[in-house]
């Protein structure tokens, strides 16, 4: 949300005719180093909110990766599916519930992205029980 606040003003200050690159590393706009962090250790960090109805609303964060791929493991199911790949927080899986009207236990787990490749562990699961 900040980011859509600051482009605009960043953009502005970049184009005034008096804007020296110079300038711009007083204010932190220019140079620096990016700094890529080592996720093969880390996982993604998720918190679930029932929606009701099998949405579930996930916020997460990204640190330093491109995104998270999300995989969802239903009661009777033996196998991680994948559901999505989310760039930002949150993340909706809505999903209808398989028997509507019946409460529906799910696992959730995530993987930190990084050019399209999954380079962190996997999160420990996420239990969310679906209400109607």
């Not at 999505?84 to 899986?93: T, V």
């Amino acid at each position: 949300m900040l980011e859509q606040i600051f482009r605009p003003l960043i953009r502005r200050i970049k184009a005034h005719p008096e804007y020296t690159e110079a300038f711009g590393h007083k204010l932190g706009l220019e140079g620096g180093t990016t700094v890529v962090q080592d996720l093969s250790s880390g996982n993604p960090s998720l918190v679930a909110i029932d929606k009701t109805g099998g949405t579930v609303e996930f916020q997460f964060t990204r640190r330093g990766s491109d995104g998270v791929n999300f995989y969802l493991q239903r009661e009777q199911e033996v196998g991680w599916t994948l559901i999505g790949r989310a760039m930002k927080s949150p993340f909706l899986d809505a999903r209808p519930l398989l028997v509507p009207g019946m409460p529906e236990i799910r696992r959730y787990t995530a993987v930190y992205l990084r050019l399209d490749k999954e380079v962190s562990r996997f999160n420990e699961d996420v239990v969310v029980t679906c209400m109607p």
